[in-house]
């Protein structure tokens, strides 16, 4: 879960909002307007778990050190989901249009104790993967394969249930009472991951080929077109717009690929890929399903585990996604992913 702060470090945080550098008197100065009996050892440890956070970064030297805003604070800070999501969309003050200082800001996207669990899980799989016999490692990845295609295909507003999505995928069941297309975009899932899990030393390094590759297996025959698109599209439940620019398209998407390629981290690259997928909106339709796969073609390039999603709440996952539309804040899409990384490890391949 996001790491809650409390009243004092909150205070402090909105002091540094107002710009600048301040000193340990200054802070303690303004705080005692609030807090009147707070003192100086209490303050330094709370600008000392922000500055664990990532939150706060320290400026000089013993009694000349001062403290700010990191520079990627707005985009890992806390926000409350609820009290945000409270106001209506078209009451919400947003970035409205694609930032494209967002691919400078995306570095060192986990706390120190972030990375530290997600290491620490993926070792756990790693040794579960190296243990288990062979065909039960088969038999995890079909069941993985099933629960992402369901999942997946439901955040999308397919009404397949999981069992009709494994008559389907295992037996091609296709269940009544559905549209056919919502067993194509099943199918296509399967088709995507399929191809991924045969192909993932080629994902080490990204390229735009390669997701417009994954993309098409994703999409076709739903009638979307191929490759980037060359319209204006619209996004529901909120008044971000994504470039309407097929160039500034390619080009966002080729500085996504720089971004990853140059990032060292396996689990940044997934999250940060995914996110910016989402964000760019490079094709037609498709861009969430695209991200979540791609991420996962990531984290199996690097012998990572990846993500069913099968527990994921659909509204809060577009709740996140949406969260850095309109904030450019990552802290919610993070937390989905710790706890969907967390959920996949305790829950498959295990011996």
């Given at each position: 879960?996001?790491?809650?702060?409390?009243?004092?470090?909150?205070?402090?945080?909105?002091?540094?909002?107002?710009?600048?550098?301040?000193?340990?008197?200054?802070?303690?100065?303004?705080?005692?307007?609030?807090?009147?009996?707070?003192?100086?050892?209490?303050?330094?440890?709370?600008?000392?778990?922000?500055?664990?956070?990532?939150?706060?970064?320290?400026?000089?030297?013993?009694?000349?050190?001062?403290?700010?805003?990191?520079?990627?604070?707005?985009?890992?800070?806390?926000?409350?989901?609820?009290?945000?999501?409270?106001?209506?969309?078209?009451?919400?003050?947003?970035?409205?249009?694609?930032?494209?200082?967002?691919?400078?800001?995306?570095?060192?996207?986990?706390?120190?104790?972030?990375?530290?669990?997600?290491?620490?899980?993926?070792?756990?799989?790693?040794?579960?993967?190296?243990?288990?016999?062979?065909?039960?490692?088969?038999?995890?990845?079909?069941?993985?394969?099933?629960?992402?295609?369901?999942?997946?295909?439901?955040?999308?507003?397919?009404?397949?249930?999981?069992?009709?999505?494994?008559?389907?995928?295992?037996?091609?069941?296709?269940?009544?009472?559905?549209?056919?297309?919502?067993?194509?975009?099943?199918?296509?899932?399967?088709?995507?991951?399929?191809?991924?899990?045969?192909?993932?030393?080629?994902?080490?390094?990204?390229?735009?080929?390669?997701?417009?590759?994954?993309?098409?297996?994703?999409?076709?025959?739903?009638?979307?077109?191929?490759?980037?698109?060359?319209?204006?599209?619209?996004?529901?439940?909120?008044?971000?717009?994504?470039?309407?620019?097929?160039?500034?398209?390619?080009?966002?998407?080729?500085?996504?690929?720089?971004?990853?390629?140059?990032?060292?981290?396996?689990?940044?690259?997934?999250?940060?890929?995914?996110?910016?997928?989402?964000?760019?909106?490079?094709?037609?339709?498709?861009?969430?399903?695209?991200?979540?796969?791609?991420?996962?073609?990531?984290?199996?390039?690097?012998?990572?585990?990846?993500?069913?999603?099968?527990?994921?709440?659909e509204a809060e996952y577009k709740k996140a996604v949406v969260l850095f539309y309109e904030q450019n804040n990552l802290?919610?899409?993070?937390?989905?992913?710790?706890?969907?990384?967390?959920?996949?490890?305790?829950?498959?391949?295990?011996?």
């Amino acid at each position: 879960m996001i790491k809650l702060l409390n009243q004092r470090q909150e205070n402090i945080l909105n002091i540094l909002e107002q710009g600048g550098s301040f000193g340990i008197a200054k802070i303690l100065q303004s705080l005692r307007l609030s807090f009147k009996s707070v003192s100086k050892v209490t303050i330094n440890r709370d600008i000392k778990e922000l500055i664990r956070l990532g939150y706060v970064k320290s400026v000089g030297l013993a009694r000349a050190t001062n403290y700010k805003l990191s520079t990627h604070y707005n985009l890992i800070s806390p926000i409350d989901v609820k009290k945000y999501f409270k106001t209506e969309t078209d009451k919400r003050n947003v970035k409205e249009k694609f930032n494209f200082n967002i691919f400078s800001l995306l570095k060192n996207i986990f706390t120190k104790q972030e990375k530290s669990q997600l290491h620490s899980l993926n070792k756990i799989y790693q040794k579960n993967i190296k243990i288990i016999p062979t065909n039960l490692q088969k038999q995890e990845f079909t069941r993985l394969i099933i629960e992402l295609s369901w999942k997946s295909s439901q955040i999308e507003g397919n009404t397949y249930s999981l069992l009709e999505t494994e008559a389907l995928i295992k037996g091609k069941e296709e269940a009544e009472g559905h549209k056919k297309e919502e067993a194509i975009m099943i199918l296509n899932h399967k088709e995507a991951l399929d191809y991924i899990s045969n192909n993932r030393a080629s994902f080490t390094k990204m390229s735009v080929s390669k997701i417009e590759d994954v993309h098409y297996l994703l999409t076709k025959d739903l009638g979307i077109t191929r490759n980037l698109r060359k319209t204006a599209v619209g996004i529901i439940g909120t008044k971000y717009r994504p470039l309407d620019n097929n160039y500034q398209i390619k080009e966002a998407l080729e500085k996504t690929c720089d971004l990853i390629n140059k990032e060292n981290d396996p689990l940044s690259k997934a999250v940060i890929l995914s996110a910016l997928i989402a964000y760019i909106q490079p094709f037609e339709d498709g861009n969430k399903r695209t991200s979540r796969l791609i991420a996962n073609a990531i984290l199996l390039a690097y012998g990572s585990c990846p993500l069913s999603y099968r527990n994921v709440n659909e509204a809060e996952y577009k709740k996140a996604v949406v969260l850095f539309y309109e904030q450019n804040n990552l802290s919610y899409f993070k937390q989905l992913f710790i706890e969907q990384f967390k959920f996949t490890v305790e829950n498959y391949f295990k011996v």
